[in-house]
């Protein structure tokens, strides 16, 4: 456990020491507030979906930068041979960067938090959906970090892992596309349910659907442990 | 001579592949308490898989690596590991105070001893100064001294140095053989290099690795060797005192080579040859300290022919 703060401390010092974490908050809360902005003063819209759905996109595109760093940085510096023989568990290694992330993220919609204000003191929204669909993007975000974190440590290079784990998100995102392709009708709603695209619909809606929150939380815990596993067979 | 003392680790059969290709082949290797062992070879030979396998980056594909007593590949062994990369493994966006703070707390130092612990290593290594620099600002040298810094926090009994000296200037040099050789009195000590002089200087025992073949150069077998010193000092006869009483009457030969510097010629044990160096380099100005009756360098020289 000691291990496990100090490293996760580590992390998110890492990201405010240097300009990445205040890069990373200030554009999403920068391209947020003038989605949001849009939204409310063009189309009078008065709840959060629009602005839940641009998060999910803009997670789509961030994501990627956040997590590109994490493993190829610590391959290149030699620090994850230094952390390795100093007894550091992978498990250990892998949950720090995610908590780390998770934290980051959850700066991320503590700023675009502001829209809700805005939305409370101007009108009277529906706050269930909002907190609903806060839930859903957070756990769409952990998703795109467990499966980022998980190409991060195949690579020593930043670039490398930032473009692959574009391309599996794209991938998975527009899985629901590959249905007219399939003639099986069981294979086409297993597509269907597996389509991050899918997914979301409800969850920016502030819908919590037990079976995608199953998926998502499945699918965090296979990445995480697949990459706790690649690094224990890196040695 | 070591028989009686007690290894801190001990590798025996041990091999490791990648790919096709055997880097170690069957290889057994003990490293004892207060011991510095030197370890040779040429590029690519596994000197760097061995130190890896053995600070537990890498696991061996066969062969067992016991820790004293214990099984080595236990969580709690890593505690006992100071372990220098060859390059110095460094968190760039911290501070040196920041980073070695880190590593203490990975090594597990107790929490009040943490200060005091990062103070020590600090001040061994002359990194005060520079403790509240951010370290990718820091030139080679220094990056190298907080890597040293690292592998020496704590109370690790024993320490794998993969080339601590590139990149140091010949003061930082001339520290960390000091270094080396203070650690040695209570902790057992294994470092690779390229430099034939820096063995002599401060091992008790050398062995040379050729294409994952161990073979020992030096240690039991030579226990007397002739070194030939240089050394800068102003009152020869005070160094030559010190030297009769630390080693007996061991000076064969000394002779002016101009100005105050002096060509001695001494016979002692190999045991006795990182304390010899130290007690020069403390009470004078050594230039060199090398064996006289057989040049490791001819002897690597020979094996390398011998070689597999």
Not at chain 1, 129 to 151: C, D, H, K, R
Request: hydrophobic share 50%; charged share 20%; with cysteine.
């Amino acid at each position: 456990m000691r291990n496990f703060i100090a490293l996760y401390f580590r992390e998110l010092e890492n990201y405010f020491v240097t300009p990445i974490g205040y890069a990373i908050l200030g554009s999403f809360w920068l391209a947020n507030g003038f989605f949001f902005s849009f939204n409310t003063l063009f189309i009078s819209a008065v709840d959060m979906v629009n602005a839940f759905h641009n998060m999910s996109i803009l997670l789509l595109l961030m994501v990627p930068l956040m997590t590109m760093r994490s493993f190829p940085e610590e391959y290149k510096q030699g620090t994850y041979e230094l952390l390795v023989s100093l007894g550091v568990r992978s498990w250990v290694m892998v949950m720090s960067k995610f908590c780390a992330l998770l934290t980051l993220l959850f700066f991320m919609f503590l700023g675009s938090a502001v829209s809700v204000i805005v939305l409370v003191t101007f009108s009277e929204p529906d706050l269930g959906p909002i907190v609903g669909g806060y839930f859903g993007v957070t756990s769409l975000g952990a998703v795109f970090i467990a499966i980022g974190l998980l190409i991060a440590v195949f690579s020593s290079n930043q670039i490398v892992a930032a473009v692959v784990t574009w391309i599996a998100l794209l991938a998975l995102w527009f899985l629901d596309y590959s249905t007219a392709l399939v003639n099986s009708k069981f294979l086409s709603e297993v597509i269907i349910h597996l389509s991050l695209s899918v997914a979301y619909l409800d969850l920016i809606r502030g819908v919590i659907d037990l079976s995608v929150m199953t998926y998502f939380f499945s699918l965090i815990g296979f990445c995480l442990l697949a990459a706790s596993t690649v690094l224990e067979l890196r040695k | 001579m070591f028989d009686d003392v007690e290894p801190v680790v001990r590798l025996n059969g041990i091999w490791k592949s990648f790919g096709k290709k055997n880097v170690l082949k069957n290889l057994n290797l003990t490293v004892r308490e207060n011991e510095v062992l030197g370890l040779l070879g040429p590029n690519g030979a596994g000197k760097t898989t061995l130190m890896r396998i053995i600070a537990r980056y890498l696991l061996p594909d066969a062969g067992t690596l016991n820790f004293r007593k214990d099984q080595f590949l236990t969580e709690s062994s890593h505690n006992v590991v100071g372990y220098l990369p060859e390059k110095a493994p460094l968190f760039d966006t911290f501070t040196v105070e920041r980073y070695v703070r880190l590593v203490a707390v990975l090594k597990a130092v107790p929490q009040d001893l943490v200060t005091e612990k990062v103070g020590e290593v600090l001040n061994a290594f002359d990194l005060r100064h520079v403790s509240r620099n951010v370290i990718s600002k820091l030139s080679k040298g220094y990056r190298q001294r907080v890597g040293l810094a690292q592998a020496f926090l704590g109370d690790s009994a024993l320490l794998i140095l993969d080339e601590p000296m590139s990149g140091l200037d010949p003061f930082q040099l001339a520290d960390v053989r000091d270094m080396i050789l203070e650690a040695a009195n209570k902790r057992a000590i294994l470092f690779s290099t390229h430099v034939v002089q820096e063995i002599e200087m401060l091992c008790n025992r050398s062995v040379f690795l050729k294409d994952g073949v161990l073979l020992e150069v030096s240690g039991e077998a030579d226990d007397s060797a002739l070194i030939e010193v240089c050394v800068g000092v102003p009152d020869i006869d005070h160094l030559k005192s010190l030297i009769n009483a630390a080693s007996g009457e061991c000076i064969m030969e000394s002779k002016s080579i101009g100005g105050d510097k002096y060509k001695l010629r001494l016979q002692i044990s190999s045991a006795q040859k990182p304390e010899m160096s130290k007690l020069l380099a403390n009470n004078g100005k050594l230039m060199s300290f090398r064996e006289a009756n057989l040049d490791l360098e001819a002897r690597l020289t020979s094996l390398r022919e011998k070689a597999p």
